[in-house]
């Protein structure tokens, strides 16, 4: 599965490095925006979920001109999309899926509930 996972981010640009532990897939930082003070910047961490799904862990950041970085309190829905429409080729590709988020889920399940 972990081959699996660092073929999908080589595939979609993603630098692989050393996860935490040993069953997390992470990347380093990728600049993702850039404004006239700082730039976004996004590292990521897969977690495998059963033998199809992962669940993906977005850390952004901001890099300020001065070269201070620190951690964005929150992530901003424009900027998820942007990570996730990089990564979902790719991972398709390999077979695997997002887990999503409890309210992604919840909207899918009314859906097809009916």
Do not use: C
């Not at 495998?48 to 309190?73: N, Q, S």
């Amino acid at each position: 599965m972990h081959s699996r996972i660092t073929l999908a981010l080589e595939e979609a640009g993603w630098s692989v490095i050393d996860g935490v532990t040993s069953n997390i897939v992470a990347t380093e930082s990728r600049t993702f925006r850039s404004y006239v003070i700082y730039s976004m910047e996004v590292a990521l961490e897969v977690s495998p979920i059963g033998d199809e799904h992962v669940r993906v862990f977005i850390h952004p950041y901001r890099r300020y001109f001065t070269g201070a970085r620190g951690k964005m309190p929150y992530l901003k829905r424009g900027l998820a999309k942007s990570v996730m429409a990089s990564l979902k080729e790719s991972f398709a590709a390999q077979g695997l899926q997002f887990a999503g988020t409890a309210q992604s889920r919840d909207k899918a399940y009314r859906q097809n509930r009916g």
